[in-house]
T-cell receptor, first 111, second 112 residues
C-alpha cells in the first residue's frame, strides 16, 4: 500500500461544477497536511494547509479526517483556470522528518 | 518576501557527463532545503534535504550528491549521469521541517 494515495483521474468537469478529491494516508502519526496545485511542466505551488477543524479559502474547502486517515479538497464553481494536477502532501516527524507527496489528481475544467 | 531560484531551467546532457544544479533562497535565514525529482507522469521523490550548512540527508541511494556550502545555497551534483537521471528536478525550502514547501521553477534534465 502506498503511503499517500490519490485517484489519478482525470476528472473532467464543466465550468461551474463542484468537484471533490480525496486522499488517503497510511501513517497514523502524520502531523500536517497540505494540498498543492501543479500546472503542466511547472513547479507545485501551495494551495492550502489542511486543519483538523476544516478550512476554507474562497471556492476551496479542505478537510481532514484523522480517524479514517483521509483528507479532501472541494472546489466549488469550477473555473477553466482550475485545470491542473492537485497533489496531496502528508508530513510526519517521528523518528525523522518525512514528507510524502501523492502522485496527484488531474482535473480538466471545460467550457 | 522570500524567493527561491534554481538554474539552469533546461539542460540536455550525454550519459556519463557531470551535472550541477544550483538553488538559492533569498529573504530568509537558516531555511530547510530540499531537492526533489519528478519523473514524467509520476509523483515527487525526495532526494536530499538539509537543515543547515554542511548537513545533508539522503533519502535514496543513487549517483547523485548534494551540498550546502552556504546557508541559502543548495547544489545537486553528479559525476556521471545515467539515462535514468532524466526528470524534472525541483529545489524547495521550508521555514520548518514539517511546514509548507516553496518550490523553485524547476530544472528539466534530459540525459541522452
Amino acid at each position: 500500500r502506498k503511503e499517500v494515495e490519490q485517484d489519478p483521474g482525470p476528472f473532467n468537469v464543466p465550468e461551474g461544477a463542484t468537484v471533490a478529491f480525496n486522499c488517503t494516508y497510511s501513517n497514523s502519526a502524520s502531523q500536517s497536511f497540505f494540498w498543492y496545485r501543479q500546472d503542466c511542466r511547472k513547479e507545485p505551488k501551495l494551495l492550502m494547509s489542511v486543519y483538523s477543524s476544516g478550512n476554507e479559502d474562497g471556492r476551496f474547502t479542505a478537510q481532514l479526517n484523522r480517524a479514517s486517515q483521509y483528507i479532501s479538497l472541494l472546489i466549488r464553481d469550477s473555473k477553466l483556470s482550475d485545470s491542473a494536477t492537485y497533489l496531496c502532501v502528508v508530513n510526519t516527524n517521528t523518528g525523522g522528518f518525512k514528507t510524502i507527496f501523492g502522485a496527484g489528481t488531474r482535473l480538466f475544467v471545460k467550457a | 518576501s522570500q524567493t527561491i531560484h534554481q538554474w539552469p531551467a533546461t539542460l540536455v546532457q550525454p550519459v556519463g557527463s557531470p551535472l550541477s544544479l544550483e538553488c538559492t533562497v533569498e529573504g530568509t535565514s537558516n531555511p530547510n532545503l530540499y531537492w526533489y525529482r519528478q519523473a514524467a507522469g509520476r509523483g515527487l521523490q525526495l532526494l536530499f534535504y538539509s537543515v543547515g550548512i554542511g548537513q545533508i540527508s539522503s533519502e535514496v541511494p543513487q549517483n547523485l550528491s548534494a551540498s550546502r556550502p552556504q546557508d541559502r545555497q543548495f547544489i545537486l551534483s553528479s559525476k556521471k549521469l545515467l539515462l535514468s537521471d532524466s526528470g524534472f528536478y525541483l529545489c524547495a525550502w521550508s521555514p520548518q521541517v514539517t511546514g509548507e514547501l516553496f518550490f523553485g521553477e524547476g530544472s528539466r534534465l534530459t540525459v541522452l
